[in-house]
């Protein structure tokens, strides 16, 4: 089973960036379109990007022009670039298939910005 492995976030101040990576072990990554989610206190988890293996990307409204999701087949990874981050961006970010998840959830990174 592909194992999804998520690392960046951290506590930052609104207006400041954070680069997200979410490494996968195996070789289902390449054949499927990833994405982004994540789940704030008390919300249901939601999908913020998504990135097809040709590269073909699409955003949630809330974050578009502000996040940046890539992916390095060769690397088993995929990116995510937060800018201008806002005090409701804090969550718990987490990555998997699209749309539906196609393994077990890794365990997120931790995203809190600040005031």
């Known amino acids: 089973q592909v194992q999804l492995v998520e690392s960046g976030g951290g506590l930052v101040q609104a207006g400041g960036s954070l680069t997200l990576s979410c490494a996968a072990s195996g070789s289902g990554f390449r054949l499927n379109v990833m994405g982004w989610y994540r789940q704030a206190p008390g919300k249901q988890r939601e999908l913020v990007a998504s990135?097809?293996?040709?590269?073909?990307?699409n955003y949630a409204d809330s974050v578009k022009g502000r996040f940046t999701i890539s992916r390095d087949n060769a690397k088993n990874t995929v990116y995510l670039q937060m800018s201008s981050l806002k005090v409701e961006d804090t969550a718990v970010y987490y990555c998997?298939?699209?749309?539906?998840?196609?393994?077990?959830w890794g365990q997120g990174t931790q995203v809190t910005v600040s005031s």
């Open positions: 990135i097809t293996r040709g590269g073909n990307t």
């Open positions: 998997n298939g699209v749309p539906y998840p196609f393994t077990s």
